[in-house]
């Protein structure tokens, strides 16, 4: 299944490190795209969303670009020399950037990838959340709009208001969010204030 493969984006102008992390990140589990130009790879974190971002550290500017990229969904990891592990980790780890030193081995690479997919898989469940709370929310305003309609132009308390969207629900088989988007319609259409006031 697709969805089952972990899209990985490497940012690195070092073929040693290239090549070592395709031997680790075989398919068909892992989709590996390598870039060694970082205009290149912003143009492709724009098109594509990856699950993982590997930036290889070369200078600071590197961790700009790192910084820059992370208010996307992608999990970001970020090669560092041992040397600068400390002074970069204090300053990416609050843009949830997570840091590992280079060069790595086999099995403490590995783990941080499984630490990158735990990560990625919360990331993408509190993203589902937030697009149904986003849902739920504009539902509740649709539904609002159309209450206030007919207790302004049809004299109903919030009560009568309530019941008679979903009133109007269940008469045509619809949910309540539709029907108040039809009763937000026919109020729009028939424009109810100089209707009302003409008998």
């Keep these: 299944?697709?969805?089952?493969?972990?899209?990985?984006?490497?940012?690195?102008?070092?073929?040693?490190?290239?090549?070592?992390?395709?031997q680790m990140l075989v398919s068909p589990l892992f989709e590996v795209t390598i870039?060694?130009?970082?205009n290149e790879a912003r143009r492709k974190v724009n098109e594509v969303v990856y699950k993982i971002i590997i930036v290889d550290l070369g200078d600071d500017s590197d961790a700009a670009f790192a910084v820059d990229i992370s208010d996307t969904l992608s999990t970001i990891l970020l090669l560092t020399p041992n040397s600068l592990f400390d002074h970069i980790s204090y300053r990416v780890e609050s843009y949830g950037i997570l840091t590992i030193t280079k060069p790595f081995d086999?099995?403490?690479?590995y783990n941080i990838i499984k630490i990158a997919l735990a990560v990625q898989a919360k990331i993408q469940r509190i993203s589902s959340q937030n697009v149904k709370l986003k849902v739920k929310m504009e539902e509740i305003r649709i539904i609002n709009h159309?209450?206030?309609?007919l207790i302004q132009h049809r004299q109903m308390t919030e009560d009568d208001a309530h019941h008679f969207i979903e009133r109007v629900a269940m008469d045509k088989g619809l949910k309540k969010i539709n029907a108040a988007q039809e009763i937000i319609i026919e109020f729009e259409s028939y424009s109810f204030p100089s209707h009302h006031h003409e008998k």
């Design 1 to 22: 299944m697709k969805s089952d493969i972990t899209s990985v984006l490497l940012v690195t102008k070092d073929n040693k490190i290239s090549s070592s992390i395709m």
């Design 35 to 38: 870039c060694s130009d970082f």
């Design 106 to 109: 086999a099995f403490y690479f």
């Design 146 to 149: 159309a209450k206030m309609l």
